[in-house]
Every structure is written in C-alpha cells, then in structure tokens.
C-alpha cells in the first residue's frame, strides 16, 4: 500500500483527545481494580486491624497521609512517562519531597524518645515481614497498571515500569496500613518505603519485558 | 532523555532540516545533549499542531495534512538513518504514522508535537534495529540459503496490501472504497450499506488489526 492511502485512511479515522486526563482515565482505573484487589487479598489473608481504634489513632494518619502522597507522586511520574517525549520530573521533586518530609518527621519522633527506644521504633514488632507483604499486596495492580501503559506509548519502558511499580506500591502500603498497627514515623519510612521501593524495582523488570508496543 | 528528545528537533531545523531529522548532529551519540531551544521549533510545531487540534476535533482534512507532512519528515528522518534505499524504510515510515495515529491520545497539547513526534520515530527506530539484530544472530545456514531465489528476507517485509487482504471483507471493502478515488465515508457508508458511524468504527478496528499484523509479522 503507498503511504498516501494509509493516509487517506487513517484521516477517516480522526478525533481523538489531547486532554491531559487521558492518561490518568487509564493508569487510574487499573490501579483502583488492583487496589481491590489488595483488599480483598488482605482480608482473606490478614484480617484488618480495629478499625474504630485505627481512625482516632493519629499515627494511622501519618501512615496513611504518607503512602497516599507518594501514590500521588507516583501516579504523576507514571502518566508523564507513559508519553513519548514528556517529563517525569514534576512527579520526581514531589516524591523527594514527601520522602524528606516523612524523613523530618522520623527524625523529630526519634529525638524525643528516650535511646532505649530507639531499636523498637525503628524494628517495630513486624519489619521483617511488613515490605514483603506490601509487595505481594502490590502484584495484582501491577499487571493491570502494566497492562494499561502498554495501550499507552512509554518509551522508556524500564523507568515507566518503575514508574508504575512505585504507584501502586504506594496504594498497596496504603491498603496494608488497614491491617498494620505499628505506630512509629521511623517504621514506616524504613519499611514501607523499603516495600514501595520493591515495587518499584518489579515494576522496572516487568516494564523492561512486557512495555513494547 | 527528556530534555534531548525536546532538543534535538530544534537543533537540526536551526541546521535547517526538517522536524525529525535531527541526524547529522545526533547519530552516533545520544540524541543531543542539551542545547538552546531556537526560536525554530515553534515555527515548525505551532503548524503542525493546528493541524493537529483541527484533526482531534475531526477535521479529516487537517487531519490527512498533518499525517501527510508527518510521513515526509518521517521518511527523511529514516532515510538518514538507515539510508535512502533501506528495504524497511517506507514501512516503518507507515508503521509510525499508524503508531502516532493510534496513540495520539499520549500527546499532551501544552506540550510540542514534533518531540512526541520524534520520540515515537526514535522508539519504533530502535525498535526496528533490534529486531533486524536478532534477525542477524539466526544460525546461519548452509550457502545455498544464500543463493536461493526467494529467500525469508522478502516474505518476513511488511506488506500491508497482504494484510489488508487478510481482513473480513466487509472491512476490506469499506476501506478501499475509502481510500480508492476519494471516496467520503458518507458515500461508502451509502455504497457499503453502513451509516456512516458504523464506516467510521470498522476503519478504526481495521487500522487496530493492521497494527497488531504488523507487531506480529515483525516480532
């Protein structure tokens, strides 16, 4: 076929959006059915904790204020990485920022307690568990989220991999802070980072394999 | 990355190429460091993404300018790579138009369109180069495998017209009614039967069949 006739057919086929949601309307569905997903996992898995005690607990806010604000981050490096050609960084300076404000928080907690604390607000009663569990809560938002950015166009499909591993890392922490009752800033930073961060480096693997179109 | 993609275009039409020919300054390194944006991409962007926005909103003649306009930086951008009398040249030139085409909803209008432009070309390039090194690295064979007369080579190229012919019929029809003798979609929805929504829906699936023909006869 010439190229004038593929033209001439593809040009039937205009319309379309440039709308900048409509690579959110995407990323955003898949990862809420992974989000789902996560839940309903949790609860047949590990139960919730108290929740009416969970709610007036504000450690249980920290948490969750936390791993939503770098679902937030993550989602904004994850849709401009799945454009040819747009910039992650708006998304990147916002995760350094959340992270060094949870880093202050951490810190000012550990200042204020007496040392002998310190090795249990750091270890919790559950750190070697706690960022495995996130990523397994993570894998079922990470194939639909995937499979959602391969109808985008990622041309850099490792760090959009990454991109979307950190996204729904973040939303898997945030559903795994309905079960998890420790309260510490420094646990949370070390730990549910440390499972975000997994995530993220699954999601660079995956993305590597999986992201061509 | 980022910043070379938005670069580079500016820099070669600054050289006075064309949007997606960036070649002379950008082949043997990463696509341009950072350089200074001249004033010369938006003079080439700004048109084009008229056209562009006119399209979106379904002006097919606009929509039929940019593609047309595209296909020549396009062509010229792959010539410089590859050389002029590549094999692969106007099929990868078709496959991009169909790639942008299908994927223009990742274009950010705040954004230029000939770097996303560019990113797509530079991705299905890359894309191409490595299929061709895997191609390379297949067993070789006995020699007379080099002497046959119709060997894998020419098969394994793209042939649209083959792919198109691989389509249901009633697509096939519709979409060469369409592109034969400018046929509007109103008169082949009235010679097909169709309205002329239903023309407009069995283009779009026919265009996302040759897509996924043309992945898997290359990958």
Sequence with gaps: MKTDDLIALISVDARGSASPMSVVGRLVPAALIGAFAALALLVAWLGMRDMTAAVVSPSYWMKTTYTVALAISGLLVAERLSRPAASATRGIVALICVTAVMLAVAATQLLSIPAVHVPRALLGSTWDRCPWRIVALAIPGLAFTLLAMRGLAPTRPALAGAGAGLFVGAIAATVYGLYCAETSAAFTLIWYTGGIAVSAVLGALAGARVLRW | ?219
């Design chain 2, 1 to 219: 990355m980022t910043v070379a993609n938005r670069t580079s275009p500016a820099r070669s039409m600054r050289t006075g190429h064309g949007a997606l020919a960036h070649t002379r300054l950008g082949s043997t390194t990463a696509p341009g460091r950072s350089a200074h944006l001249g004033s010369g991409l938006s003079e080439i962007d700004a048109p084009l993404k008229a056209l562009m926005l006119r399209g979106l909103a379904g002006d097919t003649g606009a929509y039929a300018e940019l593609l047309s306009r595209m296909s020549v930086h396009l062509r010229r951008y792959f010539a410089r790579k590859l050389g002029s009398g590549d094999a692969d040249l106007e099929d990868l030139v078709q496959d991009t138009l169909l790639t942008i085409h299908l994927r223009r909803d990742t274009w950010d209008a705040t954004l230029p369109l000939t770097s996303w432009a560019y990113a797509i070309a530079h991705y299905k390039l890359i894309d191409q180069l490595r299929r061709r090194r895997v191609r390379y690295t297949e067993p070789i064979e006995a020699a007379e495998s080099l002497f046959a007369g119709d060997d894998g080579d020419t098969s394994a190229r793209l042939d649209i017209d083959r792919l198109l012919g691989e389509l249901p019929e009633r697509q096939r029809q519709v979409l060469s009614d369409v592109k034969l003798g400018g046929f509007s979609t109103a008169e082949a929805a009235r010679k097909s039967g169709m309205s002329e929504s239903a023309v407009k829906v069995s283009v779009h699936r026919s265009l996302k069949a040759l897509i996924r023909r043309v992945r898997d006869e290359n990958g």
